[in-house]
Each structure stands twice: as C-alpha cells, then as structure tokens.
C-alpha cells in the first residue's frame, strides 16, 4: 500500500506539545532508556495540559480539549 500511497512526510514528526527543557543527559543511561522505551511504546504522541489554572473541576474536560484543538458541540457532552 505504502508504494501506491507512500506516508506523509508529518506522519513522522514528533507529536507533542511538551515544553522544551535544555537538561544535560550525561550519565544518566537509566533515563534515556526509559525515554526511548515511552516513546516507542506510545507512536501517538503525548500532550501536555496545564490545569494548575483550572479552579472549577468542571473546566477540566474543557481545557483538555483546548489543547488538543477540539470544539465543543452544542448538544453533546465533554465526556
């Protein structure tokens, strides 16, 4: 299939959202490991949602949807 219909070029970007933290990761073998092994298990991607913000546990499902860039619809409900 991937002959006739080669993979988008974006199918291979990392998707995240995740704040970019410069962190030296010299010795420390054990974490990167991990890392690799998290990125491998979960080829979707991760996102990060900030609720600190959020006071009303109502609003949660809301912000979860902000930033994953999806609208509420009239009618249905968030979760």
């Known amino acids: 299939l991937e002959r006739s219909f080669p993979r988008p070029r974006t199918a291979d970007a990392v998707a995240h ?3 970019t933290q410069v962190t030296s990761f010299v010795g420390r073998q054990a974490e990167r490991s991990e890392l690799r092994r998290l990125v491998e298990a ?3 991607g991760v996102w990060f949602v900030d609720v600190a913000a959020v006071t009303d546990p109502g ?3 809301f912000e979860i949807a902000a930033v994953l860039g999806l609208r509420p619809e009239p009618g249905r ?3």
């Open 17 to 19: 959202n995740l704040p």
């Open 42 to 44: 979960y080829p979707d």
């Open 59 to 61: 609003l949660v499902a």
């Open 77 to 79: 409900p968030m979760v």
